[in-house]
């Protein structure tokens, strides 16, 4: 089984966002970017298949800037054989939406066929979780979404657990397929010294947007990005007859 897999670059989980003074998106210049979380969690789960003899190759893809080939380096060295960097400008970068991304992975797919696309169920800078859904839409291939375990599930079959809103659900889709990885999938790897020098190494292909011939003209327009509200600082009471007393006074509790 032939994996291809999506990284995204985005602003470090762990970096305090700020918006932009004239509220035209985030600030990213000069901010710490890694590769999304979720992301993360779709390429250790692709490599862990890998190192089970279940999937045969896993190639990293990514649509964006000069520097998301940064990120596919780091999938590089976590695990990845092959990278493909689709690339566009940081301008049309910060532009790209999930439809046009759903786009480039369907041409990289029908090209280098391949047997599965593992996707992060979202990207924590737009969380719009609609790529895995419009590419399987795009492929006309069944999808496993929100998932947290994968199991072989035999006679060309991959068994998937998904996490619902009831609990869990468990279905057996046909390869190839798409599949969109939950927090609680895996726990992703470091990326060692020596694999992130044997990493510079392997093959990394670039291929300019217009090769693709997919028109990434916007759809949609950001018309204003604001922080959110500022939380007003709790209060302390006495006793527990005070705290009714306050919350009789908010209309918390009826009188």
Known sequence: MKILVGVKRVVDYAVKIRVKPDRSG???EGVQHSM??????ALEEAV?????????????FSLGGPKSSEVLRTALAKGADKAIHVQV????????????????????VEHEKFDAVFLGKQAIDDDSSQTAPMLAG????????????????????????REIDGGLDTIKVKVPFVLSADLRL??????????IMKAKKKP????????LGIDITPQTET???????????GGFVEDVSALVAKLKEKGFVKA
């Open 138 to 161: 795009l492929l006309d291939w069944p999808q496993a979404l929100y998932a947290s375990k994968v199991e072989d599930g035999g006679s060309g079959h991959m068994k998937v657990t």
């Open 36 to 41: 999304n979380p979720f992301d993360e969690i």
């Open 48 to 60: 862990k298949l890998k190192e089970k003899k279940i999937a045969t190759e896993v190639i990293a």
């Open 223 to 233: 018309i204003e990005v604001t922080e959110p509200p500022v939380r007003q600082a």
């Open 204 to 211: 990394l292909k670039a291929i300019p947007i217009k090769d």
């Open 26 to 28: 985030v600030v990213t």
């Open 89 to 108: 400008s940081d301008d049309e970068a910060a532009k790209l939406e999930s439809f046009h991304v759903a786009k480039a992975l369907q041409k990289i």
């Open 186 to 195: 895996n726990e992703p790897r470091y990326a060692t010294l020596p694999n």
